[in-house]
Every structure is written in structure tokens, then in C-alpha cells.
């Protein structure tokens, strides 16, 4: 029997940069999935998940997607990713645990395949590129579940590293890192308790919008990612008012992940607390992906003495906020923000400080 674990991850910068081919900045947290494996003597894979039906995956019939099966389809769409490539000539009991509210934007859906992904590998014997593991991953995000997402989540949970944001590239898919020292100051999570789904959301809807964007800028511009375009650039190509907004969102979300970098490794942390409220404002008005929850965590953030920024993080349409607070304050701060919360949404959010962790590993 072995154990292991799979982080979630927040984005302290750069949402919705990923699949525009820019730099983010996420970062592997304490919260995440622990999954106790067993070998069986059998062809077939079973799945436990804490107040979820068990489900029995069986190793010799084709893996598709199926409605029906739930939380289970990222486990076995990495199943049958990795099938293409190896054997599995054991069958598997795995016990996953999660400390990830679901649907909260905090990457569970990526934690559970890139863990599943290193458990085939290392019982496999097989070893473990962590840039490779965080593409497959996501591939089967892409062509299994049907979401078509950036590499970000699952580079981020692969990849993580104690204390320190990566700052990755997401067209070379590799990343630098920044040293996260935040002195008096810590970053907490905001749970709007709204949980969201990617699939059922606008997220591609989005995605297909910057697709347009940067078609209509390359007629007269030579660029290959939307992320190295300008405004005035954008602003001589589109005239489209919702297409601009997203550009304009796309390019100014990148230039402030440069700036959080700089922020950060200057130990400027009221910067860093302007351009996370900067984020916010054009993620709500721009990219139109927060919404009233999300809104509301972030104004009753801002509006309490201790936090000097806050910004949703993830795709938005629900889930989560971040908030960098003073660390001596927290306790009051949160307990005021829960307070503000249910006065104006009717139910209670969560908050939870965080530490930055590695990514997945094994336990034991």
C-alpha cells in the first residue's frame, strides 16, 4: 500500500492567459487529494471517493466518457491515456481523499489527474517527467472531458514548489520561479460556495472569443499568441465591443504578471495588493467571468481594515477569491468578511489560510 498526494493550486496572477499562449503565475497550496493504492490481482481498477459511489473501471474494455460516471471520468479518461503508451498488468484499489471543495476553481479537477497520472507511473516503474505528466494531463482534460483548457492547473499540481509561484510560460510550457516572502502579509482563499462547472459554463465560449480576437489582429499584425499584442494594436483591428474587451483584458492580465514578478522579488507587497485589484476589476468588467458572489467576496475583502488586495482566481463563474491580509489581522478580517458576505448573497462562504507546498509526491 502507498500513499500520495496531489496539490490544488491558485493563480496569484494571469487568468485566462494560459491558452493565450502568456505567462501566469499559480502556485501549488496545502489544500488537495490524498489517494491510498493498492495492487489487486485483477484487471479491473476500483475508486473510492469519500461521499461518492465506489466505481469499477474495467482494464480490457474501451474508456469513454460518460455522463453518469461523475467525478470518476478524470481518473479514467487518465486510465485510457495512459493505456496508450504502457501496460498495466495489475489491477488497482485507490482510496482518493480530498481537502478541495469541489467545483471551487481550485484546480481539483487537475489534482486528480495529474495524481492519478503519477500513481500509473511510479507502480508502473516507469519514470516521471513532471512537464510531460502536466501535458498528458491535460490532454485528457481536453479530448476526455471535453474542456478545453490550458496546461496551467495541471503544470501548476505537477509541478509546485514549496514556497515559491512558478512563473510559467505557456507557450514553451516551462517556467522560472518567484520566491514567495511575504512577511506580515499572507495570502487566504475566499470560498463563494458557488461551485461551477467548466463544461456547462462559458469558459469556451471565451476561449473561441480570443480565438477571433487575435484572427482579426494577425490580418494586419505578424503575431502568434494574443498575448503579444498591444491595445493599439487591438483597438486598429477590432471593432467588435465585447471582442476588444477580452483583448484588452488578455493584454493588460499579462503585462500585470511581469509586474507581480517584479512586485514580488522587490518585496513590494502594496503593489502587489494594487495589481491583484487591478486583476479583479478587469476580469469582472472586461472578461465578464466574476459575477455576484465573486464580486461581493471581493468588495467586502477590500472594504476591511488588514487586506491590501484581492482578485478572484481560476476561471471565475463561481469558486474562489484571494485576498493578501495581514497576517495578525486575519481572524478579525475573516470573521468581518463572512459577515458582509451572508448580509448581501443570503449563505455563508469559507475562508482558509493557505501555505504554498510542493507538487505531487509521494507520502509513503
Known amino acids: 500500500m502507498k500513499k500520495y498526494f496531489a496539490p490544488g493550486r491558485v493563480n496569484l496572477m494571469g487568468d485566462h492567459i494560459d491558452y493565450n499562449g502568456g ?4 502556485a501549488a497550496i496545502s489544500l488537495g487529494i490524498t489517494a491510498t493504492v493498492q495492487r489487486e490481482k485483477s484487471r479491473f481498477v476500483r475508486l473510492h471517493s ?3 459511489p465506489e ?3 474495467d482494464l480490457e474494455a474501451d474508456l469513454y466518457f ?3 460516471d461523475g467525478w470518476a471520468n478524470y481518473p479514467k479518461g487518465v486510465l485510457s491515456d495512459f493505456l ?3 501496460e498495466i498488468p495489475f489491477g488497482l484499489d485507490i482510496h482518493y481523499n480530498s481537502t478541495l471543495p469541489e467545483g471551487s476553481g481550485l484546480s481539483s479537477s487537475a489534482a486528480i ?3 492519478t497520472m503519477y500513481i500509473l507511473y511510479d507502480l508502473a516503474g516507469e519514470p516521471v517527467n513532471r512537464r510531460e505528466l502536466a501535458l498528458r494531463c491535460q490532454a485528457v482534460e481536453n479530448h476526455f472531458i471535453g474542456v478545453n483548457c490550458g496546461v496551467m492547473d495541471q503544470y501548476a499540481v505537477a509541478n509546485g514548489r514549496k514556497n515559491h509561484a512558478l512563473l510559467l510560460d505557456c507557450n514553451t510550457v516551462t517556467h522560472t520561479e518567484a520566491a514567495i516572502k511575504a512577511g506580515k502579509y499572507s495570502f487566504v482563499i475566499m470560498n463563494s460556495c458557488k461551485p461551477r462547472k467548466l463544461i456547462e459554463s462559458k ?12 484572427r482579426l489582429i494577425q490580418k494586419k499584425y505578424n503575431i502568434s499568441t494574443l498575448t503579444e499584442a498591444n491595445e493599439i494594436q487591438a483597438e486598429a483591428c477590432i471593432n467588435d465591443k465585447v471582442l476588444l474587451r477580452r483583448a484588452r483584458h488578455v493584454i493588460t492580465e499579462h503585462r500585470r504578471v511581469e509586474e507581480v514578478v517584479y512586485a514580488l522579488n522587490n518585496g513590494n507587497f502594496i503593489g502587489v495588493g494594487e495589481l491583484m485589484n487591478r486583476s479583479h476589476f478587469s476580469l469582472r468588467d472586461d472578461y465578464a467571468v466574476s459575477g455576484m458572489e465573486l464580486d461581493t467576496l471581493f468588495n467586502c475583502a477590500t472594504a476591511t ?6 482578485r478572484m482566481t481560476g476561471a471565475g463563474f463561481g469558486g474562489c477569491a484571494i485576498a493578501l491580509v495581514e497576517t495578525d489581522k486575519i481572524n478579525v478580517w475573516a470573521e468581518s468578511v463572512k459577515k458582509g458576505y451572508l448580509e448581501v448573497i443570503g449563505h455563508n462562504c469559507e475562508i482558509y489560510p493557505f501555505s504554498i507546498e510542493d507538487g505531487v509526491h509521494v507520502i509513503l
Open 113 to 115: 489527474e495529474v495524481l
Open 23 to 26: 505567462k501566469v503565475l499559480p
Open 50 to 52: 469519500d461521499g461518492h
Open 55 to 57: 466505481k469499477i473501471i
Open 305 to 310: 481594515p488588514g487586506c491590501i488586495g484581492s
Open 203 to 214: 469558459y469556451n465560449e471565451r476561449r473561441a472569443e480570443c480565438e477571433e480576437s487575435l
Open 66 to 68: 460518460e455522463e453518469k
Open 84 to 86: 496508450k503508451s504502457f
